[in-house]
C-alpha cells in the first residue's frame, strides 16, 4: 500500500519535473496576481500592508486551482487512470499520493517565494514565518478539496470554469483562516488559534477527501 | 413496509402526480393565512416600524433554503448507498427550489437592511454564509447541466451535494468567526426582546406554507424529469 503511494508519488513529481514549464507558469501567475493589486488600488503603503494578507491568499488560491485540471486529465486520457482504478492498491492511498505530488509541485513553492511578496508589500518582516506557516498548512488542503472538483469535472466540456464554480466556495474556510492567521498576528494578538483550526482542517481533509475523490473518480470513468 | 415499491419511478410517477396539487393547494391557503396574519393581524414593530413585515417571507425562506439543502444531500446520499434512480431525480428536483429560496432569502434580506441598516448589503456573518450557499446549489446544478448521461450526473452531484453538506457547518462558522473579528457591533441582528406571539404564528404559517410549496413543486419537476428519462405513465 504505501509501496504504491511512493511510486505514484514520484512518478507524478518526475512528470512535474519533466513538464517544468507548467509549475513554473502556476507561480508566475501567482506573482502576476498579487503584482496587479497595488497597480489597480494604489500604492499606499499604509493600505498595502493592511491586504497583503488576503491579496496573497487569494492569489494562491487561484494559482493552485489553475493547475487542479491537470491533476487526472492526462492520466484520464492515457488509460493510466483506469489501471489506477483497476489496480490492487486502493485508489484512496493512490489519490491521496496525487493530491501530495499536486501540492508539492504547485504549493510549496507558494509557500517558498510567499514572502518576496509580502516584501513588495511591506509586511513586517516578522510576520513572514506566519504567512509561510499558514500557506504550508493551507494549500495542501486547497489541493485535497481541489482534487475533488477535478475528479468531478474530468472529461467535461467546459470543465475549467465549472470546476472553479465547483470548488471556489468550498475554498472559503480555508481563505479566511489563512488571511485571518497573518491578520491577527499583525494585529498583535497571535494567529495560533488560526494556524490550529488550519492544521485540524488539514487531517480533516487528508482523512476524508480521498474517499470523495475516489467516489467521484470511479463515477467520471464509468 | 415496503419502502422500496415506490422507489421505482414507474410507481412513483403517479404517486407525485396525486400528491402535488395536494400540497400546492395546501401551500396557497397557508400563505394567503400566513400573510394576512403577518400584514394586518401582527403589530408594528417599535423599533423598525411596518419594515420588519418583511421577515414573514424572509426567515422563512432562509430556513427551507437551508433545510432543502441537507434534504437534497440525504436523496443523494441515498442514491449513492441503493442506486436507485429516484434518489437522483429528487435530488435535482429539488435543487432549483433551494437555490430559489436562498436567492428569496438574499433579496428580501437586502430588502429589509436597506430602510433597517442603511445599506443594501452587509458581511454581516449570515448574509455571507447564506451567499456561499447560493453558490454551492448553482455549482450542483451547473454540474448536473454539463454531464450528459444522467445516471452519471446524479451520482457525480450526489457526491458534490455530500461534500457540500459536511462543508455547510464548516463555512458557516468560518464566516462567523471572520465577521466577528473583522467589524464591531456596528451592526446588530438582534429584534426587540420577545416576539409578539402574532408575529410568531404568522412565521410559522409562511415556512409551513413554503415548505408544502417546495414538495408541490418538486413533485411537478420530478415528473418532467421522468418524462424526459424514461417512458413513464399514470
Given amino acids: ?222 | 413496509m415496503r419502502w422500496f415499491w415506490y422507489a421505482s419511478p414507474q410507481t412513483f410517477f403517479p404517486l407525485a402526480g396525486r400528491i402535488a396539487p395536494w400540497c400546492g393547494l395546501a401551500a396557497a391557503i397557508l400563505a394567503a393565512a400566513g400573510l394576512y396574519v403577518g400584514f394586518f393581524v401582527a403589530p408594528t414593530d417599535a423599533q423598525q416600524g411596518e419594515a420588519y413585515r418583511i421577515i414573514f417571507i424572509h426567515v422563512p425562506a432562509a430556513w427551507m433554503s437551508m433545510f432543502l439543502y441537507v434534504v437534497m444531500a440525504f436523496w443523494a446520499a441515498l442514491g449513492l448507498a441503493f442506486n436507485t434512480r429516484l434518489s437522483g431525480m429528487m435530488a435535482s428536483a429539488i435543487a432549483p427550489t433551494g437555490a430559489l429560496f436562498t436567492f428569496i432569502a438574499l433579496w428580501t434580506g437586502s430588502l429589509w437592511g436597506k430602510p433597517t441598516w442603511g445599506t443594501w448589503w452587509v458581511w454581516d456573518a449570515r448574509l455571507t454564509s447564506e451567499l456561499i450557499l447560493l453558490f454551492l446549489y448553482f455549482g450542483f446544478m451547473a454540474l448536473h447541466a454539463a454531464i450528459e448521461d444522467p445516471r452519471r450526473a446524479d451520482r457525480a452531484c450526489a457526491v458534490l451535494a455530500l461534500v457540500g453538506v459536511v462543508n455547510i457547518p464548516i463555512i458557516y462558522y468560518s464566516v462567523q468567526w471572520w465577521n466577528t473579528l473583522h467589524q464591531g457591533a456596528s451592526v446588530s441582528l438582534t429584534r426587540a426582546p420577545a416576539m409578539a406571539k402574532t408575529m410568531l404564528t404568522g412565521m410559522l404559517l409562511m415556512a409551513l406554507a413554503f415548505w408544502l410549496y417546495s414538495i408541490a413543486v418538486a413533485m411537478v419537476r420530478v415528473r418532467c424529469i421522468m418524462r424526459e428519462r424514461e417512458a413513464v405513465a399514470e
Fill in chain 1, 1 to 222: 500500500m504505501l509501496a504504491a503511494a511512493r511510486c505514484v508519488l514520484s512518478r507524478d513529481l518526475l512528470l512535474a519535473l519533466r513538464r517544468r514549464s507548467d509549475v513554473a507558469t502556476a507561480l508566475l501567475f501567482f506573482v502576476i496576481v498579487a503584482s496587479l493589486f497595488p497597480l489597480a488600488i494604489g500604492a499606499e503603503p499604509n493600505l498595502l500592508r493592511e491586504i497583503a494578507p488576503g491579496v496573497i491568499w487569494v492569489a494562491a488560491l487561484l494559482s493552485s486551482m489553475l493547475s487542479l485540471s491537470r491533476l487526472f486529465a492526462a492520466d484520464h486520457a492515457d488509460g493510466t487512470l483506469e489501471q489506477m482504478l483497476l489496480g490492487a492498491a486502493p485508489l484512496g492511498v493512490v489519490v491521496l499520493a496525487k493530491a501530495a505530488a499536486h501540492w508539492l509541485a504547485s504549493g510549496l513553492p507558494l509557500v517558498a517565494i510567499a514572502p518576496v511578496i509580502a516584501l513588495q508589500y511591506d509586511l513586517p518582516a516578522v510576520l513572514y514565518p506566519v504567512l509561510a506557516l499558514s500557506l504550508a498548512l493551507g494549500t495542501p488542503v486547497l489541493s485535497l478539496i481541489g482534487a475533488i472538483g477535478a475528479a468531478l469535472t474530468l472529461g467535461l466540456r467546459g470543465g475549467g470554469v465549472l470546476l472553479a464554480l465547483l470548488v471556489l466556495p468550498l475554498y472559503v474556510p480555508v481563505l479566511i483562516l489563512g488571511a485571518g492567521a497573518v491578520e491577527m498576528s499583525a494585529a498583535g494578538s497571535g494567529g495560533e488559534a488560526q494556524l490550529l483550526l488550519l492544521a485540524a482542517a488539514l487531517v480533516f481533509a487528508a482523512a476524508f477527501a480521498p474517499w470523495a475523490i475516489a467516489a467521484a473518480l470511479r463515477i467520471s470513468s464509468e
